[in-house]
């Protein structure tokens, strides 16, 4: 079990270490201009995100589309909170996703979320349904929010978790990218963490996101998240 961790460990960092040179040869200025991929692996990609990132506290807020944004709640100060947002009704996946990284030892905390399940009736390859969400984060240290190489890092681990989610058709975009605000910190960064599974059933589908968000929230449990390699 140690050997499997520090080879996973071992292919985060060099992950890592190539997302840190991308980053310096595009020295970006967020939010893009256009979205640019920094790093793929199979069907996982991390890019550089091109809009802002939420303002931390924000307010609810109706689109002409009719949907709505139901607002931030600090679900960090209070996990009971996460299983009365409208965004988890019916989805206890995506409740206990975010109750993971929103846990006392985890060092990030989430910003917002949705999620959506597309069915078809005329399969394409086979696929019939696809599940996928959205999960904005960010670390909760102040100190770490306004470092961009925590965010790298975080994508790191996640990429290096997540190596062989394709085989149940799963896909993953983590987008760095700018907040509007956090809290007072000076140019904060976030990630926004995209999953989606497709599947021949709207089951099949869901299954395979939920096993993708577990796979993601284990990386919140790991004491080398909350800190660069190295530190």
């Excluded at 050997?3 to 840190?20: D, H, I, P, R």
């Excluded at 200025?29 to 790093?39: C, F, H, S, V």
């Excluded at 409208?86 to 999620?115: D, M, Q, R, W």
């Amino acid at each position: 079990m140690t050997g499997k961790f520090e080879n996973a460990m071992g292919v985060a960092l060099s992950l890592y270490q190539e997302l840190v040179a991308a980053w310096r040869s595009t020295a970006p200025d967020l939010p893009a201009q256009l979205a640019q991929p920094l790093l793929t692996r199979a069907t996982r990609t991390v890019y550089l995100e091109d809009s802002w990132g939420p303002a931390v506290p924000y307010f609810p807020i109706h689109h002409e589309d009719g949907s709505k944004n139901h607002g931030y709640s600090n679900v960090k100060a209070e996990l009971n909170l996460i299983d009365l947002l409208p965004e988890v009704h019916e989805y206890p996946e995506l409740a206990n996703f975010l109750k993971t990284i929103n846990a006392a030892g985890s060092p990030i905390e989430s910003l917002g979320c949705e999620k959506l399940l597309q069915e078809t009736e005329t399969p394409t390859n086979g696929v019939r349904a696809i599940m996928s969400s959205y999960v904005d984060v960010a670390f909760s240290d102040p100190s770490k929010v306004s470092d961009a190489s925590y965010i790298l890092w975080l994508a790191a681990l996640i990429l290096a978790a997540s190596e062989g989610c394709e085989q149940w058709w799963a896909s993953m975009e983590l987008g760095v990218l700018r907040l509007r605000s956090f809290l007072g910190v000076t140019k904060p960064y976030g990630l926004l963490i995209r999953v989606s599974c497709a599947g021949r059933t709207a089951a099949e589908a869901r299954d395979g996101w939920a096993a993708t968000l577990q796979v993601v929230a284990s990386v919140a449990k790991l004491p080398a998240a909350a800190k660069l390699p190295g530190e």
